[in-house]
């Protein structure tokens, strides 16, 4: 009998004690919306700024609706508008184009290479189209952010990070979020905090950070803020910036203030899963582990791998034998966009440009949650069943 794993990839720990007697409390007292405070009183959601303003190392911290409405936020307060065109990952997921197109601009698409980052190579050639560069550290893998600043400021290229897979990682001990204008989070339930929706975006720019408050809808309220600019920063756009509502409330807020504290050793627990997938893995014939650089902090919470120049029907084989053992992998090779794995070229509203070294890595990623209710029994148990299914395939004629 083979072995069969019958774990739900897509089930989360609880909330935290702590978060679940902060949300009652909120429940109790009824001031869920994050300017209704009682006299004196602090709400959840400008307490959950001013911590993720401090452990980010950031000025400033606006907590939104979601990550891809922080994004949209973002690329407003930055000044991109209709037509304008604004570089962003080929390998990403939908929020990210979404965002952009949002406002009426244009995404354009940089090409990812096989360590599933973003192609530096061909950023530098086109950096000149564009004025911002909305990069997204997709799955979690962070690109060389020394050289891309380099061509990002050599280039006047601003950058806005999209972090919704980097809450916790670093580059050289930076701050997945620290290298940008502006870095955008989110707190959507498969992230790395959970309050079912929601979203952080964090800045040192007080003109940036002035404009994303309004654009969240402070009815004027931005003195209620403990993590945002002094008021001569709203003075200088209050008129000028549009109400587009998207705060976030009082409740979710007090769900994830406890996990925030708990970050550091959610990161531990999910990269000691991860070491023991990629242990797993590692030298299986016909299947390569993304080696992740030394300078690279990253969070375990997926993890990916190439079947390079497979044909299609031999991955979407292994992809069938592994959900038949309960293994649920997703594959962004596939034609058809499904679950969470569309690609650049199913956002027709973009217009892609066809990407032929981008397609031949995409053709060869398959990706998997790892949700910390995994135990480290489970994980090498999933690398068991990856590896038998993958040889399996291989042997039969892989290419
Ligand atoms: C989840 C996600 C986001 C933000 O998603 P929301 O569901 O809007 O919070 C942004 N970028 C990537 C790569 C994501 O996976």
Request: with cysteine; net charge negative; glycine share 10%.
């Amino acid at each position: 009998m083979s072995e069969v794993f019958t774990g739900s990839f897509t089930q989360q720990e609880p909330i935290p004690e702590a978060g679940i007697e902060a949300a009652l409390e909120v429940l109790r007292h009824g001031r869920l919306h994050r300017y209704n405070t009682a006299p004196g009183e602090i709400g959840e959601t400008a307490l959950l700024e001013q911590e993720f303003a401090a452990l980010s190392g950031a000025r400033y911290c606006l907590a939104v609706a979601s990550g891809g409405y922080a994004m949209a936020t973002a690329l407003r307060a930055a000044g991109v508008g209709p037509g304008d065109p604004v570089l962003t990952n080929a390998f990403t997921l939908a929020p990210v184009p979404g965002a952009i197109a949002a406002l009426g601009a244009r995404p354009v698409f940089i090409g990812v290479t096989d360590r599933l980052t973003i192609d530096l190579d061909d950023l530098a050639a086109r950096a000149g189209q564009a004025g911002v560069l909305l990069l997204s550290h997709m799955r979690g893998h962070i690109c060389d952010m020394d050289r891309l600043m380099e061509i990002c400021d050599a280039a006047g290229v601003r950058v806005i990070e999209d972090c919704a897979h980097t809450m916790g990682a670093a580059w050289n001990g930076v701050f997945s979020g620290r290298h940008g204008i502006v870095a955008c989070y989110s707190t959507q339930t498969y992230k790395h905090a959970n309050s079912g929706e929601g979203g952080l975006l964090i800045t040192d720019d007080a003109d940036l950070a002035a404009r994303a408050v309004i654009l969240s809808g402070s009815y004027m309220l931005y003195g209620r803020h403990l993590a945002a600019p002094p008021p001569e920063a709203f003075e200088r756009v209050k008129y000028v910036t549009p109400n587009i509502s998207g705060r976030m409330d009082n409740l979710r807020a007090a769900i994830l203030r406890p996990q925030l504290g708990m970050l550091e050793t959610q990161v531990e627990r999910w990269n000691a899963r991860y070491r023991v997938l990629e242990d797993g893995l590692r030298d299986t014939p016909g299947l390569a582990v993304i080696e992740r650089p030394e300078a690279e902090r990253f969070v375990g919470s997926s993890i990916q791998f190439l079947l390079p120049d497979w044909k299609a029907d031999r991955v979407r084989e292994v992809v069938a034998r592994c959900a038949a053992r309960g293994v649920e992998l997703k594959w962004f090779g596939a034609p058809e966009p499904a679950g969470f794995t569309s690609r650049y070229d199913s956002w027709h509203y973009a217009a892609p440009a066809p990407m032929p070294s981008s397609d031949r890595v995409l053709a060869g990623i398959l990706d998997m949650r790892v949700p910390l209710t995994f135990s480290r029994e489970d994980c090498a148990l999933i690398a068991r069943i990856i590896r038998a299914e993958v040889s399996v395939a291989w042997q039969t004629g892989a290419r």
